[in-house]
């Protein structure tokens, strides 16, 4: 797409185009891209390594991503030392946590999305149908007005924030002026990830001091996670219990026990054996399924909300996806205490 609109649109005059990131799918991986692209902009190359992250996707997505980094750099022509050294660096985030905020004020919940003099234009087009678009709002600049015929330019549907209140299933003071609604999948490796990274500050900073309310919600992702749904209904089956956040723990701290095996119901019916909960009570729930409509009630609230993928977060209605770092969640729920 981009080498069509740089030969027809950009090279021409008739359109700027600015790149913002918005790190969604791929937890860490895409976090540590934007801050390449960053990093490689302090240096006047940021075309140069977006093309090459682009270009390059099955080399860098490993565990020696950040030595893969420095060296593209370096065969880029970038001071390979300044390019680490602000890899590593905080203040190298915030410009990707203001890219990903004003994302999120146009409504923005995936990637690709494209803001067109103000028209928000979601995902990945076919070229004629972009090219249309494309010349309609030139037209609209000059003349005021779009072509009737123009109909991908209309908004989205609005997205059906109203959720059902949870009790077991929610933490934090009731009346707290912050309301995070998680929707998770418990053997999604990402919402791992935001379990053990993330959530332990947001929990000490908001949820413990009374500024936060905390509320899950199952949205397991059974086509790629076939434990996923058990799980759900394990965490369920503890809240009778009053031990919800207990097996919620449990499911997370010791996902490699149980994720990706067939006797997984024997591993959760352990975990409520160390728990100490009634085990003959616990069993019988979910051998049953007692909680499976309950668990199928917040996917459909997910779906009708335009969750597509695990974890998503709705701080107060603004939604932040995938397993973001602590700084996005931080500026978005300040941002909510101090409109």
Not at 112 to 124: A, C, E, K, R
Not at 312 to 319: K, M, P, Q, R, T
Request: charge should be negative; glycine fraction near 8%.
């Amino acid at each position: 797409m981009l080498p069509l609109l740089e030969e027809a649109y950009i090279s021409t005059g008739k359109v700027y185009f600015v790149y913002k990131d918005y790190p969604v799918i791929g937890g860490d991986f895409a976090v540590i891209a934007s801050l390449a692209g960053q990093c490689a902009s302090n240096q006047g190359q940021f075309w140069a390594m977006n093309n090459w992250l682009f270009d390059n996707l099955a080399t860098w997505r490993v565990s020696e991503v950040m030595d893969i980094l420095a060296e593209t750099a370096g065969d880029l022509g970038l001071d390979q030392d300044a390019f680490s050294a602000c890899m590593q660096e905080q203040a190298s985030i915030e410009p990707i946590v203001v890219d990903y905020q004003e994302g999120q004020n146009y409504g923005i919940r995936g990637t690709p999305n494209f803001v067109i003099n103000g028209h928000l234009i979601q995902g990945l087009l076919p070229w004629e149908q972009m090219k249309a678009i494309i010349d309609a709002l030139i037209i609209e600049a000059e003349t005021g007005s779009l072509p009737e015929t123009v109909a991908t330019v209309t908004p989205s549907p609005t997205p059906d924030l109203d959720f059902a209140a949870e009790e077991v299933t929610s933490k934090g003071d009731p009346d707290a002026p912050v309301v995070i609604v998680e929707f998770s999948d418990y053997q999604c490796p990402f919402c791992l990830r935001h379990f053990r990274e993330t959530l332990p500050s947001l929990t000490k900073d908001y949820i413990e001091t009374g500024k936060v309310r905390y509320v899950f919600k199952d949205f397991p992702l059974s086509s790629i996670h076939p434990q996923a749904l058990d799980a759900a209904l394990a965490a369920e089956c503890a809240g009778e219990q009053g031990a919800y956040w207990s097996m919620h723990d449990r499911l997370f701290g010791e996902q490699e026990r149980w994720a990706g095996k067939s006797d997984a119901v024997d591993t959760f019916k352990a975990f409520a054996a160390e728990l100490e909960l009634d085990t003959e009570a616990f069993n019988r729930c979910l051998d049953e399924r007692t909680y499976q409509d309950e668990v199928a009630a917040d996917f459909r609230e997910g779906v009708a909300a335009g969750v597509t993928g695990t974890p998503a977060f709705f701080i107060n209605g603004v939604f932040v996806s995938g397993a973001q770092p602590y700084e996005v969640f931080q500026q978005v729920i300040d941002q909510q205490l101090n409109p």
